[in-house]
């Protein structure tokens, strides 16, 4: 089973950045999908960015030209790069691998990074 460890999150202030990191216990080259989702207080589970094997990106409308979304296949890791920040971003953000390929029906989720954007 694949275990998924997010870091990065915190306070920031509108404007700001942060990098969010997901780490994985298995090689993420075994990995058809992985992506970032967020959860706000009161709200539903949304995809932020997801990045394919073949290193093809999506991005919610939402954080399309603030987010990016990478992954660095030596270090078995994931990352959401934050910029321009804004209130509405505040979430906590859950790291997901969905595919692996000894198991293509899996799904793994992250314990979540909480972020905050508050001036």
């Known amino acids: 089973q694949v275990q998924l460890v997010e870091s990065g999150g915190g306070l920031v202030q509108p404007g700001g950045s942060l990098r969010l990191s997901c780490a994985a216990s298995?090689?993420?080259?075994?990995?058809?999908?992985m992506g970032w989702y967020r959860q706000a207080p009161g709200k539903q589970r949304e995809l932020v960015a997801v990045i394919t094997h073949s290193d093809s990106a999506n991005y919610a409308d939402s954080v399309k030209g603030r987010f990016t979304i990478s992954r660095d296949n030596a270090k078995n890791t994931v990352y959401l790069q934050m910029n321009n920040l804004k209130p509405e971003d505040t979430a906590v953000y859950y790291c997901n691998a969905n595919g692996v390929l000894s198991s293509p029906t899996g799904n793994y989720w992250g314990q979540g990074t909480q972020v905050t954007v508050s001036s």
């Open positions: 298995r090689s993420i080259l075994l990995i058809f999908t």
